[in-house]
């Protein structure tokens, strides 16, 4: 747990009496781009919703920046304010334009008016979304909904991003964008946690990994640890 930012050891989650989470432990930290790896039903959205404080395990221990971020504590709270999220549900206001969106999503991490749109209208050019900043979001495209989603991620310069899918199902052009604010959020000393289900798309941009099939944690370790232990056919087979 020492120097790990992301530590989850021994947790067990139920829905309904069906064992979702199988004793999961991993852990993660500043400075890397750590890949959750798994087909879809695997468990990854559950093992994000509960490491960001969403839902509360069963048994087994969760810390996040050293926190349990499912207590509803001052330290809880302050925590979150150095948390970035994109889960599977954007939260953005489809009437509103992007640039309203960010402003205010700004004030809610607590921001002034005049810092939040400084801050918005930032994260809009890293996105490369300025040309369509006044547009509402019924009127983007998917690739350029998830790229603005990103943008509220990173308004509050936070010290750890959590990511659910970030470039499921986007154009080209949104995933390479996505790519490279990722590597750059490492390249920060930052910690980028990041689920996927694609193989490929985790090996361009992850130097860690889990991952996880059926509720369990099949492997942990390096990239280049997974590279030496798995080929892609036998990858292909476990899952």
Do not use: W
């Not at 810390?63 to 999220?85: A, M, P, R």
């Amino acid at each position: 747990m020492l120097n790990s930012d992301i530590f989850l050891s021994g947790v067990n989650k139920y829905f309904k009496g069906f064992h979702v989470l199988k004793d999961v432990s991993f852990e993660a930290k500043k400075g890397q781009v750590f890949g959750f790896l798994g087909p879809n039903g695997a468990g990854k959205t559950t093992t994000i919703r509960l490491i960001v404080g969403l839902l509360e395990p069963d048994s087994g221990i969760i810390n996040t920046l050293g926190t349990d971020l499912y207590k509803d504590t001052d330290e809880s709270i302050n925590v979150k304010s150095h948390i970035g999220t994109m889960l599977d549900f954007s939260g953005l206001n489809f009437k509103m334009t992007g640039l309203e969106n960010l402003v205010y999503c700004g004030k809610l991490y607590g921001l002034r008016s005049s810092d939040a749109e400084y801050s918005a209208l930032e994260a809009i050019e890293k996105l490369e979304l300025y040309d369509y900043k006044d547009k509402p979001i019924y009127q983007y495209s998917h690739g350029m909904e998830k790229r603005l989603s990103f943008a509220k991620t990173i308004l509050n310069d936070p010290d750890v991003l959590i990511l659910d899918e970030p470039t499921n199902g986007v154009d080209p052009e949104s995933r390479l964008i996505l790519r490279r604010l990722i590597i750059e959020m490492k390249e920060k000393n930052k910690l980028v946690f990041m689920s996927s289900h694609d193989l490929e798309e985790v090996q361009k941009v992850c130097t860690d990994l889990a991952i996880i099939n059926k509720g369990e944690i099949l492997f942990t370790g390096s990239l280049k640890e997974f590279q030496d232990e798995f080929s892609a056919k036998t990858y292909s087979l476990v899952f």
